[in-house]
């Protein structure tokens, strides 16, 4: 991405503010508070499938998304152990696994249809 006004590239693998917020809002609370927001862990899935649409090109991927990927799975699977609302919720923390194997993979999210097999 370009900075149109200063003329500098910037990389997707900056710091991101609203991934931060939304891991917070997500992974925080359900970690401080026990409470599974479902609509926050859509928010955060999307922002995350957006920022994999333009890191496509980047040879690299920033820590900060990989640890809020992993952050997701962790908390999840680690709530369900004793959170019935959250352990209905479990097949979450394989989709946020996906997510990871499919943005090192450089995928985007449309690249592969449910249901329909992957032609290599």
Do not use: C
Not at 19 to 41: H, M, N, Q, S, W
Not at 90 to 109: K, M, T
Request: charge should be negative; charged fraction near 30%.
């Amino acid at each position: 991405m370009l900075n149109d006004k200063l003329g500098v590239h910037v990389s997707e693998n900056h710091f991101d503010i609203v991934l931060e917020e939304l891991t917070d809002r997500a992974v925080g609370r359900l970690l401080k508070t026990d409470t599974y927001d479902a609509p926050a862990f859509d928010a955060l899935e999307d922002h995350i499938w957006q920022k994999a649409e333009e890191l496509q090109s980047e040879p690299a991927i920033s820590k900060q998304l990989l640890l809020t990927i992993r952050s997701a799975i962790g908390a999840i699977r680690s709530r369900a152990e004793y959170l019935p609302a959250v352990r209905e919720q479990l097949h979450r923390a394989n989709d946020f696994d996906v997510l990871l194997d499919r943005l090192i993979a450089g995928e985007r999210r449309a690249d592969r249809m449910p249901g329909i097999p992957r032609i290599i």
